[in-house]
């Protein structure tokens, strides 16, 4: 199989684990349209790439009521399918409420989860409306199944999403969009998220050529959960998290099919 889609609207490409999936989607000879806040970063892209490859959204997500706004000016000239890749992670000890940041906290969650829940019913009636293929595809992280005591908004804000995506592949079912979720490890990386270690974050983890060849390879084989397996544990830690991942996504069918009232 390969890459089934055409065109991409990828959310958060102007650093880390979106940036190097956006250049990688180009070279495939899939048509990126990169999105994020920093101007700058989208220009380089796009004179990297080129014009009639590439093109860029300045668009910050966490703002709600920019969504409608932002899906009613770029459907009409666009065919696409969605990525999103985006982020937001605060470290907070919650052994010392004091210290807690509430509004970190919040902001985990709201540019984590609420901003992808916005996003998507933005652009849901486009990608009902349209007869090829489709899709919306998020990208969680294993801290979704195994939250991490310190990174607990981010955690919470990835199981949320994750959860969401369950329930978006139940309603609408039998539509010809695809809900896909890529769940990945720590990335060693250019990327900005474990820059709050200083230089030993960027060092953490997977290399990001890793993962992007194994959620290209995910993803051009069709399949709608993903999870990138850190090759230093391969077999291991991933065979695991398939498990609970499966037993939780079946659990959720036999569920949503009784509040159906046993209708498949
Ligand atoms: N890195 C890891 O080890 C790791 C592990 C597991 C999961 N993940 C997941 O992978 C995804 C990407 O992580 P990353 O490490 O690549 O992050 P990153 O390097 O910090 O990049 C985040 C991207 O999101 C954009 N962004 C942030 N807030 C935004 C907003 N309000 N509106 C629009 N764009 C916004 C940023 O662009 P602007 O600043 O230009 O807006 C940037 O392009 C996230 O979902 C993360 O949870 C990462």
């Given at each position: 199989m390969s890459f089934p889609y055409k065109h991409v609207l990828l959310v958060?490409?102007?650093?880390g684990i979106g940036k190097a999936m956006a250049h990688r989607l180009v070279q495939e000879g899939v048509k990126v349209t990169a999105v994020g806040r920093r101007q700058d970063r989208l220009d380089e892209f796009v004179t990297t790439h080129g014009a009639n490859k590439t093109s860029a959204e300045r668009v910050?997500?966490?703002?709600?009521?920019?969504m409608p706004k932002f899906a009613a000016e770029y459907i009409p000239i666009s065919d696409d399918t969605s990525i999103t890749s985006l982020f937001q992670s605060t470290i907070i000890n919650l052994a010392e409420p004091a210290k807690w940041d509430m509004q970190a906290i919040h902001n985990d969650v709201s540019v984590n989860f609420t901003s992808f829940v916005n996003l998507t019913h933005a652009f849901l009636p486009f990608l009902l409306n349209k007869r090829s293929k489709t899709s919306l595809i998020y990208t969680t992280s294993h801290l979704a199944y195994i939250p991490a005591a310190g990174l607990s908004g981010y955690s919470a804000s990835k199981a949320a999403l994750s959860s969401f995506i369950l329930c978006l592949r139940e309603e609408?079912?039998?539509?010809?969009i695809k809900v896909i979720e890529v769940s990945l490890p720590v990335l060693t990386f250019?990327?900005?998220?474990?820059?709050?270690?200083?230089?030993a974050g960027r060092e953490l983890g997977m290399p990001v050529s890793d993962f992007t060849d194994a959620a290209f390879a995910g993803l051009a084989a069709g399949k709608d959960e993903v999870l990138v397996d850190d090759l230093a544990d391969a077999g291991t830690a991933v065979e695991k998290l398939s498990q609970t991942v499966g037993e939780r996504r079946s659990a959720c069918n036999g569920l949503s099919k009784m509040l159906r009232g046993g209708k498949d």
């Open positions: 958060g490409a102007t650093a910050d997500i966490a703002d709600s009521n920019a609408p079912r039998n539509s010809s250019l990327g900005e998220l474990h820059d709050y270690m200083g230089p």
